[in-house]
T-cell receptor, first 108, second 113 residues
């Protein structure tokens, strides 16, 4: 039931782009994305609903493909502040199940 | 205070101790959650409360006992824990359902000796 995220870790230079994927074996109603910086609480980024809607948050956007049961998070022109662990949360029968997490490190 | 607060932030306890974690939300939300986060593991949902009623117990051992006296407060009572229970315990709240945006507290770092 737990969604699988890939890659597990990403290392970037400032200004580079990255894509984080989240896949589920179950039908999805929505996908949530959170970011957790080291030593801090997870912080909500965005929700994507059924319909393949693409959303954006500054230079971070995401897509949701309900047929493929997956979502992708796109980080464009990464900044140092993007460093942290990204979690997707998938809605399955009125419950949010979080993925395994992707650790992103951005270096100057 | 705003948002979701948790106390204590750090806790060290022996296996025979009894302690409690406290969570308070100042957002007017009706749903509250306990999560466990271990090293290199995803967020594991433990309990869900909706309007003070427990709606989810994710097969959590009975040595963890939640309590929700009102919509703003959530406790996690701990007794006879095991070393493998050492983890970061996160509290979260949301407006209504489990699929509304969740706001997390800073967590309690628990170490069981």
């Amino acid at each position: 039931q737990q969604p699988v995220q890939s890659p597990q870790a990403v290392i970037l230079r400032e200004g580079e782009d990255a894509v984080i994927n989240c896949s589920s074996s179950k039908a999805l109603y929505s996908v949530h994305w959170y970011r957790q910086k080291h030593g801090e609480a997870p912080v909500f980024l965005m929700i994507l609903l059924k319909g393949g809607e693409q959303k954006g948050h500054e230079k971070i956007s995401a897509s949701f493909n309900e047929k493929k049961q997956q979502s992708s998070l796109y980080l464009t022109a990464s900044q140092l502040s993007y460093s942290g662990t990204y979690f997707c949360g998938t809605e399955i029968t009125d419950k949010l199940i979080f993925g395994t997490g992707t650790r992103l490190q951005v270096f100057p | 205070e705003t948002g979701v607060t948790q106390t204590p932030r750090h806790l060290v306890m022996g296996m025979t101790n009894k302690k409690s974690l406290k969570c308070e939300q100042h957002l007017g939300h009706n749903a509250m959650y306990w999560y466990k986060q271990s090293a290199k593991k995803p967020l594991e949902l433990m309990f869900v409360y909706n309007f003070k009623e427990q709606t989810e117990n994710n097969s959590v051992p009975s040595r963890f006992s939640p309590e929700c006296p009102n919509s703003s407060h959530l406790f996690l009572h701990l007794h006879t824990l095991q070393p493998e229970d050492s983890a970061l315990y996160l509290c979260a709240s949301s407006q209504r359902t489990s699929t509304d945006t969740q706001y997390f507290g800073p967590g309690t770092r628990l170490t069981v000796l």
